[in-house]
């Protein structure tokens, strides 16, 4: 754990992001912590960018901490989450953003590849949330922000696996807000559409998929959104997914015919 800044911390509410080195984790991260928020920050590999976010947050005066973890290895979750509480006394908002894609027709998909995106977008926020949740039982509010996709209801050819893992995390959402929504704790999913990031990248060449009509939305459209759910504003929403993909999901395909 490398803390950026020195700074008084009392009070001031406490938030993990998981792949918050790149993309649209690292968004949240620059966002949250521009609320005021504690965050720390979590990431698997990329030691240069998760620094990089790290250094710029500090430098904005946000206060970040940096944590190398796989978030779907239950030890280190443990220890993660161990850490942080240990330090800064509780968990205020988690956000389950970190994610893998692994694009390939059911057929050609073995079992291995099946599991690894499963185990990355769903089976980790679950390690997450079993480890947090009670910390924000203690403190009788949290906030838990999973990020799925809009793939759960659009998917493309070859996202049979992260569809399915992310519309398990759309029902670990609504199954958890049931089960602690009457103790101060909200649990909501933001479901973007085509953001730019490093996962991004080749999709349009590969699988022939562009974002018509509604064109590529940028990490900050997630983040706002994450930050209001986060707040205390948002304390009567509940079980709920949000899309934020540009009307995407909205309009009609090109081509299609317009009529009743
Ligand atoms: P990126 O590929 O840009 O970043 C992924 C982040 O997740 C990185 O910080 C990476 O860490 C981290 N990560 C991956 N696996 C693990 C793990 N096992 N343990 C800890 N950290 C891990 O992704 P995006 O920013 O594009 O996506 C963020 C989320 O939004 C994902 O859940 C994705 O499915 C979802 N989403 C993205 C869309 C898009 O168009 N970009 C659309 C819909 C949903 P490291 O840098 O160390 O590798």
């Known amino acids: 754990m490398t803390p950026e800044t020195e700074r008084e911390t009392e009070g001031t509410r406490v938030a993990v992001v998981t792949g918050g080195s790149r993309g649209i984790g690292a968004a949240i991260c620059r966002r949250l912590t521009g609320d005021g928020l504690t965050v720390h920050l979590v990431y698997r590999d990329a030691d240069d960018a998760a620094e990089r976010v790290s250094k710029e947050i500090g ?23 161990d850490s942080v509480v240990e330090q800064d006394g509780g968990v205020h ?58 793939s759960v209801r659009q998917p493309g050819p070859g996202q049979t696996s992260y569809a399915a893992s992310k519309g398990g995390l ?25 953001i730019r990031t ?29 930050a209001f759910l986060a707040s205390d504003e948002a304390d009567y929403i509940q079980g709920q997914t949000f899309t934020v993909d540009g009307g995407r999901l909205a309009m009609r395909p090109r081509g299609s015919k317009s009529g009743a």
């Open 59 to 81: 430098a904005a005066g946000g206060l970040v901490f940096r944590h190398k973890a796989d978030v779907s290895d239950e030890a280190q979750v443990r220890r993660l989450v």
């Open 93 to 150: 908002v988690l956000v389950n953003n970190a994610g893998v894609i692994d694009d390939r027709l059911l057929a050609l998909t073995r079992t291995a590849q099946w599991e690894r995106v499963l185990r990355t977008n769903l089976t980790a926020p679950f390690l997450m949330c079993r480890a947090v949740v009670p910390v924000m039982l203690e403190q009788s509010w949290g906030r838990v922000i999973n990020i799925s996709s809009n």
């Open 170 to 194: 759309e029902a670990l959402t609504r199954g958890l807000a049931a089960e602690v929504g009457h103790k101060g704790i909200r649990v909501n999913t933001v479901a973007p559409g085509a």
């Open 198 to 226: 490093d996962m991004t990248a080749d999709l349009s060449a590969r699988l022939g998929v562009s974002p018509e009509g509604a064109g590529w939305g940028l990490p900050e459209d997630i983040s706002g959104l994450v």
